[in-house]
């Protein structure tokens, strides 16, 4: 079987505009990957038999954030929480904030803690039957005014759901 000129034309021609759209979209396709913003790691956090991943926002000095979502995760009063650092995270400074409440009285005190690069791969937060943890912030520090947040919400557990499990 003989191809006529004019068949072999269009066919070389067909194939050049193959090469061409696939040459393009390859560079296309590595423009967009390589100006893409790089993901940021999740943490994990446990209590009370549960475990959840969290993902990281980016917020500025006002704590105006873009993409970050609150995690809850029930943590009875006195019982831990056990956060898991991905390398990326525990091998930067960091700053993991805590937010107590007294059930009692209503009272609620903040505190932090500054950690080194490669200090801690992982903490546990422990808290008394007194004290019930409202929540938890981890920051990196700040580039360009912006800095990666995770942010979980420890939400009490009823007497009744306690004594359930």
């Given at each position: ?10 066919l ?20 967009l ?9 999740t ?23 873009d993409?970050l979502?609150?995690?809850?995760l ?29 059930p ?6 903040d ?55």
């Amino acid at each position: 079987m003989t191809l006529q000129d004019r068949t072999k034309k269009i066919l070389a021609l067909l194939v050049a505009v193959l090469l061409v759209t696939a040459g393009g979209l390859a560079t296309v396709v590595t423009l967009l990957v390589k100006d893409a913003s790089p993901a940021l790691p999740t943490i994990t956090a446990y209590a009370h038999g549960t475990s959840t991943q969290v993902q990281a926002g980016v917020c500025n000095a006002n704590l105006e954030c873009d993409g970050l979502e609150l995690v809850e995760l029930p943590v009875p009063a006195g019982m831990p929480l056990q956060l898991s650092l991905p390398k990326d995270v525990a091998d930067s400074n960091w700053r993991l904030n805590v937010q107590f409440g007294n059930p009692r009285t209503g009272e609620v005190f903040d505190g932090y803690r500054d950690y080194s690069a490669g200090e801690v791969y992982s903490v546990t937060v422990p808290s008394k039957p007194d004290e019930q943890l409202l929540g938890v912030i981890i920051q990196l520090p700040s580039n360009q005014g912006l800095a990666p947040v995770w942010a979980i919400q420890t939400l009490p557990i009823p007497a009744s759901a306690q004594t359930a499990s």
